[in-house]
Every structure is written in structure tokens, then in C-alpha cells.
């Protein structure tokens, strides 16, 4: 909680302004909409934050969500799959994904940078190909399975707010993480490996494994978002779809407290990190500063954030060299 009190102190800044200069902000509609989006993105920002953890980064994000979420109802209406064959494949695709990131990153020592930013333009023109660059919907079906990202669920005591079913899985994961992270050894594992991976190496860690396996997580969620995003939206156009999602994760992971030179997780901070993103861009429109100054803002806030870890990060290595030399 500590290290998430800062983005927390200003998510609630930035909720008290927009309720007091932009009309509707308060409404339920709004609201269910704003937590929708915030889960939605966190899924993806979890999975930043744990590559990020480990020293790396995934700038193809936003092209897994839109090969994941374009494959499904390409497979579904215009194949005739069933959900139980498409929902596994695009999973097990998406987690390929990471494994052949990790692979070419942790066995050829090929740069993540580089390899990510391959990704983000191959699995985009690869769902251009697939689908002749048409968009794909549901065309008003599969309304059980789209439920998975369409239900509402009814919260007493708040009046029209409902409480999407996303918030489930994303319940779900932030457990799963924290407790891998804090309860485990393999998570203490991949945040040394994150903060000196050669220390790490040479004190008996699978890094490789590991940095591998945080490819994995990253892809997986990725996908899974991106079929999350489709049930919700409908349909999509692959020329589009996804576009920039990698900025709000890996914005989301930095703010929430993930040093983008590794070794630090903060599981809860991510959430609120992508929630506080959301809000900004709520508080843009209802504002009326118009959407285009959307990813300015989003920019100068990853800016803020990345200039802020840096200072802190000078600032613990000045308290820890005067600590050292007062003891000596």
C-alpha cells in the first residue's frame, strides 16, 4: 500500500477534478463504462508489468490484442468454429507469441526492443492478411459467449452503477500475480532477475526460463484481452484495432509503480495506474479539451512518471551511500 500511495493520492485527485468541471462523470452509465475500460486495459497492463518486471518490455501488445480479437470472430462466423475450439486456439496462439519472443530474446540475445517492435508490425499485417483487411464481427450472434465480457451484474446502494463481469478475471489475476510475486520463490526469482540478471545467473537462477515464461504471461494476457475487447465492442477493424493499447499497458505498468529497469512489482499500483489513464481520457472529453490531445496527455503523464522513478531511484542510492558511510 505504501508504494501505491502515490499514484492512489492521484488517481483520487484526478477523479475530484473531473467531478467538479465535467458534467456526467458521477452518472452510473459513466461509471460502469470507466470500470469496464479499467479492467479491460489492466489485463493488459498485468501483463506488461510482469515482462517489465523483468527487465524487459512488449511493444507488440496492441497487435496480439488485435490478431486475438480479430481471429475470433473470423473463426467463429466466417469458419463456423465452435467456442470451445476458437476460445483455446487464440489462447494457445497467444502464448506461442510470447514463447517465440522469449526464445529469440533469452537463446539469440536479440534485443526485446526490437524484437517486440517485429512483433507489433507482423502480427498487425498478419491479421490484415488473414482477413483481406475487412472487419470482423459477430454479426449479432454468440451472444453467450460475448456475455463473458457483455454481463452487468446489479451493486446495492449504487443506484444505476452496475459492475461489469470483467472485473472477475481481473480480480482474478491481480491475486494470482501478487501471490506470485510475494509467496513464491519463482517470483522472487524473476524480480532478481529483473534487478541484476547476471547476479541472478550466477547464483543459480533459471533466468532464461523465467525471462521466457514473462514473455509468456505478457502474450497470453494480451490475447486474452484482445478477445475481451472484441465481445465487448463487436467488431473491429484490423487496420485499428489495438492500436497504441501497448502505450496505455506499459503507461499503466510505470505509473503503478513498475521500474521500467526491472526488478519491481507492484501489483495493486498497475490497477490504479490503469485507472487513472481511463480517467484521463474521461476527463479530456468531459472537459472539453477534445480528444485529440488524448495520447499528449497520456504521453506527458509516461514522461512524468518515468522522469519521477529516476529521481527516486537517485535519491534511494544517495540515503543508502550515506546510510553505508555513517555505519563505516
Not at 476460445?87 to 539469440?108: D, E, K, N, W, Y
Not at 505509473?255 to 526491472?262: A, H, K, P, T
Amino acid at each position: 500500500m505504501k508504494k501505491s500511495l502515490g499514484i492512489i493520492c492521484l488517481f483520487v485527485a484526478i477523479c475530484l477534478i473531473t467531478a467538479i468541471y465535467g458534467d456526467g462523470f458521477l452518472t452510473g452509465f459513466n461509471l460502469t463504462n470507466l470500470t469496464q475500460r479499467t479492467a479491460l486495459f489492466s489485463i493488459l497492463a498485468l501483463g506488461a508489468g510482469v515482462v517489465i518486471v523483468a527487465g524487459g518490455i512488449d511493444l507488440s501488445i496492441g497487435s496480439v490484442v488485435c490478431l486475438a480479437g480479430i481471429m475470433t470472430p473470423w473463426l467463429l462466423v466466417e469458419h463456423g468454429w465452435s467456442a470451445w475450439a476458437v476460445i483455446p486456439l487464440v489462447l494457445a496462439m497467444s502464448a506461442t507469441i510470447g514463447l517465440f519472443h522469449g526464445v529469440l530474446i533469452t537463446r539469440l540475445r536479440l534485443q526485446p526492443f526490437l524484437v517486440t517492435l517485429c512483433g507489433l508490425l507482423l502480427y498487425r499485417g498478419i491479421a490484415r492478411w488473414m482477413t483481406g483487411d475487412q472487419s470482423q464481427g459477430f454479426q449479432g450472434e454468440f451472444e453467450d459467449v460475448r456475455s463473458i465480457a457483455l454481463a452487468r451484474f446489479d451493486v446495492p446502494f449504487l443506484g444505476d452503477y452496475r459492475l461489469p463481469a470483467t472485473v472477475i478475471p481481473l480480480v482474478i489475476l491481480v491475486v494470482l500475480i501478487g501471490l506470485f510475486f510475494s509467496r513464491t520463490v519463482w517470483g522472487r526469482w524473476l524480480l532478481a532477475t529483473g534487478r541484476n540478471e547476471n547476479a541472478a545467473r550466477y547464483s543459480g537462477v533459471p533466468t532464461a526460463w523465467l525471462t521466457t515464461g514473462a514473455y509468456v504471461v505478457c502474450s497470453l494476457l494480451a490475447g486474452f484481452g484482445g478477445m475481451l475487447f472484441i465481445f465487448d465492442i463487436g467488431s473491429a477493424q484490423p487496420s485499428d484495432f489495438g492500436n497504441f493499447y501497448e502505450l496505455y499497458a506499459i503507461a499503466a505498468a510505470v505509473l503503478g509503480g513498475c521500474s521500467l529497469r526491472g526488478g519491481d512489482a507492484n501489483v495493486l499500483g498497475i490497477v490504479v495506474g490503469a485507472a487513472t489513464l481511463q480517467v484521463l481520457r474521461t476527463a479530456i472529453i468531459l472537459v472539453g479539451l477534445g480528444s485529440q490531445l488524448e495520447f499528449a496527455v497520456i504521453g506527458g503523464v509516461l514522461l512524468i512518471g518515468i522522469a519521477a522513478d529516476e529521481l527516486v531511484r537517485r535519491y534511494s542510492a544517495r540515503r543508502a551511500e550515506q546510510t553505508s558511510r555513517m555505519q563505516h
